[in-house]
């Protein structure tokens, strides 16, 4: 699977990573495969095979997602300034094709939060 250029750096991805693509689940087994000269340093080995979309020369553009997540938010997150948010907590967020993406909090700080989930949509 050949995501977008930078993309591998840009969300941390490695070898054994999981990462989410339109509601499924994979982890990664290899990164620029060189014995395949088509698949450059963003192509991913998965350890399973491709349920997703059809996707020829990049199209249509799909979203590839790590696991897990983190936001930055403009609600103080902390201790004294939050009652309502936890660890474990389940979130649910609409995302643009008006579907509901499952996520779980795994760490709160002051202004971020770090989600895990299967994130189908960029939101």
Do not use: K, W
Not at 30 to 49: F, K, Q, T, Y
Not at 64 to 90: E, H, K, M, Y
Request: glycine residues 8%; charged residues 20%; aromatic residues 8%.
């Amino acid at each position: 699977l050949e995501v977008c250029e930078g993309c591998v750096t840009e969300y941390g991805i490695t070898i054994n990573s999981t990462i989410t693509i339109q509601h499924e689940t994979y982890v990664v087994t290899g990164i620029g495969i060189d014995d395949i000269p088509s698949c450059g340093d963003d192509c991913l080995l998965l350890d399973r095979p491709f349920l997703g979309s059809l996707v020829s020369h990049g199209e249509p553009s799909i979203d590839v997602f790590p696991f897990q997540l983190s936001a930055n938010t403009t609600f103080d997150l902390s201790d004294d300034a939050n009652d309502n948010l936890a660890i474990g907590d389940r979130l649910f967020i609409a995302n643009d094709q008006g579907e509901m993406d499952e996520c779980m909090i795994v760490g709160l700080e002051d202004f971020t939060v770090t989600l895990t989930g299967n994130f189908s949509h960029r939101y």
